[in-house]
């Protein structure tokens, strides 16, 4: 059967003589179905094409890529796993222990991607020691994202600490301005968390915490900190953000109902969108003291039967990894290149500030993992931290019930 | 051969349905409880590994919101569709003359899916959209109504939309009570002067205990696996406040990879269900002695 379907292949491509050579297959699992995310895509199956390759499509659209990984569960037990799946973080460690992926080392070697890859994301990238995916950007989680006019007409600098945030806030009560444009669902409750916590403990306490899940930091009096922040900042939102979604809230800071966002860079787009131009119509400013909390998306590439299904991985992560692909997919998704060479000339303001905040960390070893994107943790354990920062910012939960619900909580998900 | 046909062929005809129910319900029921019994995570295993998912059940203080708000939802949902649904049914039968399109105005929401009703009541019931905006625009800018981010008050709009959804139904079934009851008796209880509150209350209303019972069956499995009107609604918050056991479950399924949690969810409201249907069952199928 496999071998009709080569020959008959070769025989309608007319390369009788290469017909020993295997046709790369790839069959990809992602959803990135929205319309910058599609356009994205769309330029790696161009690509692919390109390369002599045969791209199958298999966006599976829903719930944040919930969908997504449960066809992933199906095809995987039914021993039919996809070429290539969109996934991340340790999520792809979690899918290796259960046998189910692959390598790609030899693509790596030869592309040299230890020395293009931030050490920190390249771990994330490696399945005992070898490649077994391949990053396509990096996400920046801790910005704050401000309106230019609103701050203009109140008189406040774009705040780079968590105590000039607070400041700043308070100014703008004042003048009947809402502080914090926040949408109250879990994810973002999470977003908000992460930020204010390596901002106000620093890079040691954030990997304590949130990597490490060490119970003592778990516990401490910084964390009871953090969640008194987060109190503080409750009383920063409108009375209204109950399960509003995310670009909703961004659309606030947009029209000016309100001052500042916290959210992932992906709500720049929203901004440019509107017409607004980075750097000069909104402000983007980390308060994390120059840490950075990165979320990068990627391709792991699982078992797959068939000489044309490993040329396509082959293919497949070399074109990921290649500089033309990282510069414009990262143009249309708002985010970075991974791979730290590429020229950063066409990006705009808040994509060079990222870039160089992403250098900086490197440097300082300042480069985190986001635990509200399922970059730190496995799901259980981010999910229990999760569960608890909800409950702690929708409640009157003093912040010592919370540190004490925190550590029960990580506990009893491991 | 006809014979042979006609002794069979109910069988024969029932065996494919009967095989699929008995794999893809029951088989699947047992699979899960056996799943609860493991350290499954991400894929399911089959070594066993004792009670731990229920230990670490009973620890997590989100399946204990869950399980609360179930016997909120379940309790009010319940009773309220109940005595709307009868008040509703009742004053319908009072030979009124536009019976046929009230009738159709109130069983409409049962048209509609839980996704919608949820939807339309999390615009109602937005603070500022909904009713409490409109009483602002309308100059009483006192008006506060804002259950719907109110952790504590949130499950209390999933009643309200629930209630909304389904008392239309519920009044169908009284209605449809209403007209068996034995109109001579009610005609008899007529004429020694009995007044119609008094013939309701100890006349047709004691009638209709199998009603009720159904009634009682159909709200109740509907509150227990109700899932897609929390999500509509409120998406499980304010932060996990709406949190129901079904919502719980997808999320330890889907979300978090724990599928030991999720199966063990499940099986507990397996139980929940079993509690409730057993005594149901038994009273149906033992044999009458009237």
Not at chain 1, 115 to 139: E, F, Q, R, S, T
Request: proline share 4%.
């Amino acid at each position: 059967m496999k071998k009709s379907v080569l020959l008959t292949g070769a025989l309608a491509l007319g390369l009788t003589a290469s017909a020993a050579h295997a046709d790369p297959q790839a069959e990809v699992l992602h959803w990135w179905t929205s319309g910058g995310e599609a356009a994205s895509v769309k330029v790696l199956m161009d690509e692919f094409a390109a390369n002599g390759g045969t791209w199958t499509d298999m966006p599976v659209a829903g719930g944040g890529g919930d969908a997504a990984m449960t066809a992933l569960r199906a095809r995987v037990l039914s021993g039919n796993a996809p070429t290539a799946v969109q996934l991340k973080g340790p999520s792809i460690q979690e899918w290796y222990e259960e046998g189910a992926i692959g390598n790609i080392d030899d693509v790596a070697k030869a592309e040299n991607w230890d020395a293009l890859l931030p050490a920190a994301i390249a771990d994330h990238m490696k399945c005992d020691g070898a490649y077994c995916a391949a990053p396509v950007n990096v996400h920046r989680i801790d910005w704050i994202w401000g309106n230019s006019k609103v701050l203009a007409d109140a008189g406040i600098e774009p705040p780079t600490t968590w105590d000039e945030f607070n400041a700043a806030a308070e100014k703008l009560k004042g003048m009947g301005i809402t502080p914090l444009a926040h949408g109250g669902q879990a994810w973002q409750d999470a977003t908000v968390f992460e930020a204010v916590a390596v901002g106000l403990g620093g890079p040691e306490f954030y990997r304590k915490a949130f990597v490490e899940l060490d119970m003592d930091t778990l516990k401490s009096d910084q964390m009871k900190a953090v969640f008194d922040q987060m109190r503080t900042m409750r009383g920063y939102v409108d009375d209204n953000f109950s399960g509003r979604d995310w670009n909703l809230a961004t659309a606030m800071v947009i029209n000016g109902e309100a001052a500042f966002q916290i959210m992932g860079d992906w709500a720049k787009g929203e901004f440019i969108n509107a017409g607004k131009v980075p750097g000069k119509d909104f402000t983007c400013t980390s308060p994390s003291g120059g840490a950075y909390l990165y979320n990068v998306d990627s391709f792991a590439f699982f078992n797959v039967d068939g000489e044309d299904n490993v040329a396509g991985q082959k293919l497949l992560a070399k074109l990921v990894m290649g500089g033309n692909f990282q510069k414009v997919f990262n143009l249309n998704k708002g985010s970075v290149p991974a791979r730290l060479d590429v020229s950063m000339d066409e990006f705009e303001f808040c994509g060079r500030q990222s870039n160089a905040d992403l250098n900086t960390a490197i440097d300082q070893g300042f480069l985190l993992p986001s635990y509200a994107h399922g970059m730190a943790l496995r799901g259980a354990q981010a999910g229990a931290i999760t569960d608890v920062v909800t409950a702690h910012f929708n409640s009157d939960m003093s912040s010592e019930e919370a540190v004490e619900a925190l550590a029960q909580a990580v506990a009893n998900s491991l | 051969m006809t014979e042979w046909l006609e002794k069979h062929a109910p069988k024969m005809v029932l065996a494919p349905s009967f095989i699929a129910i008995l794999v893809f319900v029951y088989g699947f029921i047992g699979w899960t409880a056996y799943v609860s019994f493991t350290r499954s995570k991400l894929l399911p295993k089959y070594d066993l590994k004792g009670t731990i998912q229920y230990e670490r059940l009973a620890d997590s203080p989100r399946f204990e919101v869950a399980l609360t708000n179930l016997a909120i939802f379940g309790v009010l949902f319940i009773l309220f569709a109940t005595i709307i649904g009868l008040t509703l049914a009742i004053l319908l039968d009072q030979k009124i003359r536009t019976e046929g399109p009230l009738r159709t105005i109130y069983l409409y929401p049962m048209a509609l899916s839980f996704i919608v009703t949820g939807t339309a009541w999390k615009w109602i019931l937005n603070p500022g959209l909904g009713i409490e905006s409109v009483m602002h625009d309308l100059g009483w800018t006192d008006f506060a109504f804002n259950w719907l981010v109110d952790p504590n008050l949130a499950i209390y709009t999933v009643v309200i939309a629930g209630v909304w959804q389904s008392s239309g139904f519920v009044m169908a079934l009284f209605l449809a009570g209403l007209r068996s009851v034995d109109n001579e008796v009610i005609r008899a209880a007529m004429v020694d002067g009995v007044s119609t509150p008094r013939i309701y209350m100890s006349i047709i209303i004691p009638s209709m205990a199998p009603i009720f019972l159904s009634a009682f069956i159909v709200l109740s499995h509907l509150a227990i696996k109700s899932f897609d009107l929390v999500i509509a609604l409120t998406g499980g918050g304010p932060g996990y406040a709406t949190d129901m056991p079904a919502t719980f479950m997808y999320a330890m399924a889907f979300s978090r990879g724990d599928i030991g949690q999720a199966a063990s969810s499940a099986t507990v409201m397996m139980v929940i269900v079993t509690a409730i249907i057993v005594p149901y069952l038994y009273s149906e199928l033992r044999p009458r002695h009237d």
